[in-house]
Structures are given as C-alpha cells and as structure tokens.
Antibody, heavy 121, light 107 residues
Framework: EVQLVESGGNMVQPGGSLRLSCAAS????????MSWVRQTPGKGLEWVSA????????YYADSVKGRSTISRDNSKNTLYLQMSSLRAEDTAKYYC??????????????WGQGTLVTVSS | DIQMTQSPSTLSASVGDRVTITCRAS??????LAWYQQKPGKAPKLLIY???TLEKGAPSRFSGSGSETEFTLTISSLQPDDFATYYC?????????FGQGTKLEIK
C-alpha cells in the first residue's frame, strides 16, 4: 500500500525558513517523480515543485522559485522541500504527491495527508 | 501560466441525476487534463487523466471528454458518495495549474 507521510509543518515568522519532509513507502520510490502541491481556502490548489526520480531534474512554480529547494534521498525514500524567505502567502497545507507514471509527470495518483505551514508574526 | 476556469462554481443536484462540469483552458493543452475529487479534510483523489482515461479504481459512472481548450467531467448517475468538490488540472507544461473547483452539493 502506498503511503506518503509529511512532516515539518509549523508556524514561522515572515522571512523565516522551514524544511518539509515526506516519508514514502509501498512503491519503488526512485522510479517516480514526486511533487509538492499546496492548498489554501482562498487560492485553491497550487503546484509548488517537482523532482524527477533520480533527483536530476527539478521544477518550481514562479511563486516559490529562488526561495525553495526540492530534493530527495532515494536511500531513505524521503522527499524534502526547503523553504526560505517565507511570506504570508506561503501559508497553506502542503501535500506530498506521487506522479502517476513517466508520461504523466504532474498527474498525482497518491497524496499524503498534508502538513500545515503558517507564516505569521 | 495557463489559466483553468471551471463552471459552475457550485452545482446542486440530486441522487440519480446526470451532471456535467466544464473546464476551459486559456490556451490549447491537447488532452493533458486530469480531474480530481476532494472531500472535506481529505486529499484530492485522481479520477481521470489524459482527458478521458479513468483511473483504476474510479467508478465507471465518471467519464471525461474534450480536447484543446474545452473539457467536461460527467457523472452519469449521482451517488451519495459523489457530493464533493471537483478540480481540473492541466499538465501540458512544466507549470501545471488547477481550476478553482466545482462544489457539488445535495439539492
């Protein structure tokens, strides 16, 4: 059974940093691209970042480019998102997401339960 | 970025009804479109990808159609479990975007 378990969400002050983690199990982690997707009541669902199975290719939404780094440790079956210079508009529930297959890079067939990031002074 | 616009934003329907939700893209996305269902407090669930391919495990009463800029999600006969919010998502580029959602409510 595929499981994705996020952690690391917290309340942080504007300008602060946070690292989200996602522990994956139930599939061959290194064979699949992974993404982070966030959701807010106001802006809905927003794709944040993606990384290839090998970790050699990464993609970012313009809203987080230059402030976030996605990475993965295939030996630990873990996905990360390092976020810095956090802003109020980064407040959201962050989901770890597994790609459907190699031809559907940004289609998500499994989601974690989400971790809440709140940016507030 | 490609903008995705869903209509209606809210839809009231009854069990047994046939319902259709529309998603329009601001530019052509071929058939690179997915549909998700989300219930309160839960993560989204994939229903359809490549505009019309039913995800394994998704009920056959869900179907998708369309290409280029206009797409539809149809539920042939609404079941109580189907009352939820539905999102479309384009993945034509390396900057995927979602529609704003359609909330399907019980009439």
């Amino acid at each position: 059974e595929v499981q994705l378990v996020e952690s690391g969400g917290n309340m942080v002050q504007p300008g602060g940093s946070l690292r989200l983690s996602c522990a994956a199990s139930g599939f061959t982690f290194s064979s699949y691209a992974m993404s982070w997707v966030r959701q807010t009541p106001g802006k809905g669902l927003e794709w944040v970042s993606a990384i290839s199975g090998s970790g050699g290719s990464t993609y970012y939404a313009d809203s987080v480019k230059g402030r976030s780094t996605i990475s993965r440790d295939n030996s630990k079956n873990t996905l990360y998102l390092q976020m810095s210079s956090l802003r109020a508009e980064d407040t959201a529930k962050y989901y770890c997401a597994k790609q459907l297959d190699s031809s559907s890079w940004f289609v998500v067939d499994y989601w974690g339960q989400g971790t809440l990031v709140t940016v507030s002074s | 970025d490609i903008q995705m616009t869903q209509s209606p934003s809210t839809l009231s329907a009854s069990v047994g009804d046939r319902v259709t939700i529309t998603c329009r893209a601001s530019q052509s996305i071929s058939n690179w479109l997915a549909w998700y269902q989300q219930k309160p407090g839960k993560a989204p669930k994939l229903l359809i990808y490549k505009a019309s391919t039913l995800e394994k495990g998704a009920p056959s009463r869900f179907s998708g159609s369309g290409s280029e800029t206009e797409f539809t999600l149809t539920i042939s006969s609404l079941q109580p479990d189907d009352f939820a919010t539905y999102y479309c998502q384009q993945y034509n580029s390396y900057s995927p975007t979602f529609g704003q959602g359609t909330k399907l409510e019980i009439k």
